[in-house]
């Protein structure tokens, strides 16, 4: 199927020029895009496509097009326990003690309803790329429930094998009912990426290895996880360096920073990116640098759990790549992409001044930055040969009004809109506001019984 978009106010491309194209339009065949350009200069040919009707066309007058936003890091299982009262004022440590028992009691459904239910969030918030850092694997649930809803959602999934396997006992911080046996682990990492990884260009899913944090898996469980992931050609992840209990951790049980615990164990190189790194110091930013080691930037979590600002503009003035990541729905409260674009650009002027981060920068971070950090060369801007992922917003919403002197910074600086158009690997997936993948009511419902059937099992 032929998609064209034509009559964008600004189509912003963040191709090699970084053009902003008034009056944008855009030609997509299938996966991938074809064409970018002014309306004016649309070829013939596609003119005729329009006039034929053998096309499918866009006017986005009154828009601001933009690439999909990417998201780098997500626990969508956790969007089943917002807000939870006795988690609403701890740091790191204490709000995962105080949710591990909760999450023991998660199920099958709940793992698909809780990633139908994200992903629908993120959808319409402009997002069109996201991983999912799935951890916990209690009561038969497993990562093939993720997949299977993110097929259902149509969106681009990397599916991230999470695992934890030092429990209290063995002196890590879960609980020992919430952890596994690291050979059931790596038997179940390799059966993932032997039935889902799809390494070819515009791929849809992608299974990435990402044992927890170093909290919550051993040395060996690391070692053995990166050994895999190189011998497949598959990308790591994990936490690193979240705040300052995370950092007094590693020190005391291992003898080294976060970063040196990463590099000892072969976890920095382009195909590995760290969640938060809040707390990474300027010897771990030269290494990140210097390793093209990614970074997976979280603000609204990191202010929620008080765990700090991370240096994000020393990290991008090293060459450290950094992406944004909404991180879990129960340590943000929220899955909004474009609102976690805004408050990236705001948290680095409150630590650094005004001058830190501009709007363009953040959208940046936001889509070339998160395909950098996922390892990938084909999302992340609009130009021929790129997969067709591209979000449209009205800018005639209430929350623009007076924003038209510059709408492309409008979109950051201005409270942050609900996606208007959305199209993922060139099949539209919301249209004038509405999701059509999925009857969201219905999703909603769905997720709002299990959160109940979940804050009131035993534990």
């Not at 990463?262 to 010897?283: F, I, T």
Request: proline share 5%.
């Amino acid at each position: 199927m032929t998609l064209i978009l034509t009559h964008a106010d600004v189509l912003v491309t963040m191709d090699a020029n970084r053009r902003e194209i008034v009056d944008g339009a855009l030609v997509a065949e299938g996966p991938a895009i074809q064409w970018v350009g002014a309306t004016a200069d649309l070829p013939a040919a596609w003119r005729a496509r329009i006039d034929d009707g053998s096309a499918q066309v866009l006017d986005m007058r009154g828009h601001v097009v933009l690439p999909g936003l990417i998201n780098t890091h997500h626990h969508m299982y956790q969007s089943l326990t917002r807000a939870v009262p006795a988690a609403q004022d701890a740091e790191l440590f204490g709000w995962l003690s105080e949710l591990y028992m909760m999450w023991a009691n998660l199920t099958p459904p709940m793992i698909a309803a809780s990633t139908r239910t994200a992903m629908a969030e993120l959808m319409l918030s402009g997002c069109t790329t996201t991983s999912d850092h799935l951890y916990l694997y209690p009561n038969g649930s497993r990562l093939d429930d993720a997949i299977e809803a993110a097929a259902q959602m149509g969106m681009r999934f990397h599916a991230a094998r999470g695992s934890m396997s030092v429990g209290r006992s063995q002196g890590g911080l879960p609980p020992d009912a919430v952890v596994e046996q690291e050979e059931a682990i790596l038997r179940d990492s390799q059966r993932l990426i032997e039935q889902y990884h799809d390494a070819s260009r515009h791929a849809m899913l992608r299974v990435v290895l990402a044992p927890c944090s170093p909290f919550s898996v051993s040395r060996e469980l690391m070692r053995e996880s990166a050994a895999m992931a190189r011998h497949h050609g598959v990308s790591l992840h994990t936490h690193l360096a979240e705040n300052d209990n995370d950092v007094a951790y590693s020190l005391e049980r291992f003898g080294m920073t976060p970063a040196q615990y990463a590099e000892d164990l072969g976890w920095v190189g382009h195909d590995v990116w760290h969640a938060h790194c809040v707390k990474l110091d300027p010897d771990g930013i030269a290494l990140f640098a210097r390793t093209g080691t990614g970074i997976a930037h979280c603000p609204c979590s990191n202010m929620r759990l008080a765990s700090g600002i991370a240096p994000v503009r020393a990290m991008r003035d090293a060459g450290v790549p950094v992406g944004l990541g909404v991180d879990g729905s129960a340590s943000n409260d929220g899955a909004h992409m474009l609102g976690e674009v805004r408050q990236a650009m705001l948290l680095q002027r409150v630590g650094y001044g005004p001058a830190a981060m501009g709007a363009r920068e953040a959208l940046e971070i936001a889509t070339l930055g998160g395909a950098k950090v996922l390892n990938r060369d084909d999302i992340g801007a609009l130009a021929p040969g790129m997969s067709a992922d591209f979000v449209a917003f009205d800018m005639s919403a209430v929350g623009y009004a007076g924003g038209g002197h510059d709408p492309v910074a409008a979109l950051v600086f201005c409270t942050p809109g609900t996606v208007s158009t959305s199209v993922i690997n060139g099949r539209v997936v919301v249209l004038d506001g509405m999701l059509l993948s999925a009857d969201l009511p219905a999703v909603l419902a769905e997720h709002r019984r299990m959160a109940r059937e979940l804050a009131s099992a035993p534990r």
